[in-house]
């Protein structure tokens, strides 16, 4: 059997002033002193379905689900910036989507009730669309942080197309996770 692979399906952010917003947007999360693991700007991408481990064997059939569920491609707008699960105990900071929600959930949705039988395990939280540019380590300068977010609550960063689905290799190291995309479905 071979070694199984970390991945998730997901739409990268290409967009190269939204990236500059992001990483700028970073650069201020930082200056509030909060104690933060940033997301590194290539890293950066709207999550539609984290599949945890799968077999290298079930890649194919994944790519295969990934084109039924994506049929075309569309817009994503975002803004504003928040916190999962609340201010009082931010662990995640994420960028809102304001605009293409709802193609994002009927991807997902799509793609869950397809991945079913491959024995990926289900997700339980549900598809929340948002993109994660930092985690939350510790409580250190929490009220700058929950200050600067909510100034942020309407930052405009602009709007992407959503046309290139993809199956991305999460391979986890001490500096941080490196991605590579397997496959990909691109409309």
Known sequence: MSQPIRSFV???ITNNEIVQGIFETQEKLLRTGADL???KPQNVHITIRFL???QLAVVERIHTE???AFTAPFEVELEGVGVFPSLKYARVV?????????QLKEVSDR??????ELKVKPDLKGFNPH???ARVRTGRNRAELVRLVGELQRYDFGVLRADCLKLKKSVLTPKGPIYSTLKEVCR
Not at 111 to 116: D, F, K, M, T
Request: hydrophobic fraction near 45%; glycine fraction near 10%.
């Open 37 to 39: 693991k940033l997301v």
């Open 111 to 116: 793609l869950e009730s397809r991945i079913r």
């Open 10 to 12: 997901a739409f990268d």
């Open 94 to 102: 994420w960028i809102g989507i304001r605009k293409g929600t709802e």
């Open 52 to 54: 945890g481990n799968i």
């Open 131 to 133: 993109i994660t540019i």
């Open 66 to 68: 990934m084109e039924r």
